[in-house]
């Protein structure tokens, strides 16, 4: 009966050893070994080791793929075609697969591994998306909650990009970070000084990059972002145009406002510009200055929780509550909106409502 137990637990205790020791091989020794990744049949082709996900492996070969949660399997952006080596669909990727990209070959790349030959697809634009090393030319807080950042530019010197996008910040390790990460920003400042380019990052309690921001960098230091992504950008038509921010979700609609200045675009325009209370507005003197640069320009600041001593005159109310006043139809309108999920959410189901249809409302969710 002693044999039977010391056999078993002989058994079992080799098996643990062998898992820890494929684990480490997996992890450090490129177990996989040489693995060819051809990209668009044949546009490009890598090699590269295996065991890394297929995110990494394709940003260490300069190719960044969309992904905002930094490859944590919780944003769903990080999506590629994988026609061939992808192995079976894993649960963390299916929450953010319709049935047709299923049957397309979309994976999550952040999800996948790197485990022998594969073929890919992905939109060439995205050979176009560069690293840069920028210098931190100003830090400062906007709010309590919100700082500014402006990244000069060193290498390469200049950023081409739609206003409206967004970076994919690096956070180097520190103390609270064990590895590097990446997070997304929206670029706050105009296309027309490409030397630089200007971040709005409200505080997350306890969140990696916003802790770094707030209380690690400092002017002077180097960082590096990748970037531009996104698709969210002023459509070209005649439609009326529904801007609509709170907290840093201001950022991008801050660089569509200095387009549709300096382009002269005088479409009808309603920025809605909510916050809890008045201490949680930023920026007004910019935005005002905006209101005479652009004809087509209204702006209404909502106020959702206003205090005593903000002697509010304004709109009372999140800007829902403004939206289900002001629009009384969504005939030729088009909406953008811009920050925490929640507000998205709830402003896409009432301009929907509203007969705004769906693919002309336009958003980032700052996840
Ligand atoms: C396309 C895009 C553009 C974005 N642009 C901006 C921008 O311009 N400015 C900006 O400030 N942010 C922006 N974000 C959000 C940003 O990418 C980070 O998610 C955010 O700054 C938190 O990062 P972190 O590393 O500090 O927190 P993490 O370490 O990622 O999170 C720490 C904890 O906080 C939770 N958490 C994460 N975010 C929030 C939140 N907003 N509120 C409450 N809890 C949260 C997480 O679930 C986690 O439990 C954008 C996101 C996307 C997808
Ligand atoms: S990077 Fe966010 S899900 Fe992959």
């Known amino acids: 009966m002693n044999l039977l137990v010391l056999s078993i637990a002989a058994l079992s205790g080799l098996g643990a050893l062998l898992a820890f020791l494929l684990e480490v091989a997996d992890s450090y020794l490129g177990f996989y070994g040489e693995c060819h990744i051809d990209i668009n049949e044949g546009e490009r082709e890598l090699v590269v080791h295996g065991g890394e996900s297929l995110l990494s492996t394709l940003m260490e070969q300069g190719i960044f793929i969309p992904s905002a949660c930094g490859g944590r399997g919780s944003c769903g952006y990080c999506r590629v075609k994988v026609h061939e080596g992808g192995g079976p669909l894993l649960p963390t990727e299916t929450p953010w697969l319709e049935p047709e990209e299923v049957k397309d070959n979309v994976r999550i790349s952040c999800q996948i591994k790197v485990r022998g ?20 030319e100003a830090l400062y807080d906007l709010t309590d909650q919100i700082k500014e950042l402006r990244l000069r530019l060193i290498e390469p010197d200049t950023i081409t990009f739609k206003p409206g996008q967004y970076i994919q910040f690096q956070v180097p390790e520190y103390k609270e970070c064990p590895e590097s990460v990446y997070r997304a920003y929206s670029i706050a400042s105009t296309a027309n000084e490409p030397d630089g380019i200007t971040l709005m990052v409200t505080k997350v309690p306890g969140g990696l990059a916003t802790t770094y921001i707030h209380e690690v960098l400092k002017e002077g230091d180097e960082v590096a972002f990748n970037g531009p992504y996104g698709d969210f950008y002023l459509r070209d038509s005649d439609r009326e145009i529904m801007l609509v921010a709170t907290g840093s979700g201001l950022a991008p609609i801050m660089s569509i406002l200095h387009q549709m200045a300096e382009e002269g675009i005088s479409r009808k325009t309603t920025l809605i510009f909510g916050a809890r209370q008045k201490k949680n507005l930023f920026y007004l003197e910019e935005i005002e200055a905006f209101k005479k640069r652009i004809p087509g320009l209204e702006v209404i600041l909502a106020l959702s929780s206003p205090e005593e001593e903000d002697r509010w005159q304004g ?12 629009v009384k139809n969504g005939a030729n309108k088009e909406a953008y909106l811009c920050g925490n999920p929640a507000m998205v959410e709830a402003t896409v189901e009432l301009l929907t409502k509203k007969g705004i249809p769906e693919e002309l409302i336009f958003y980032d969710k700052f996840t």
Do not use: Q
Not at 315 to 326: A, C, F
């Open 117 to 136: 030959n594969m073929y890919i697809e992905i939109p060439p634009e995205l050979f176009l998306i560069k690293e840069f090393r920028s210098r931190v």
């Open 315 to 326: 709109e009372r109310g999140r800007v829902t509550d403004v939206l289900e006043k002001i």
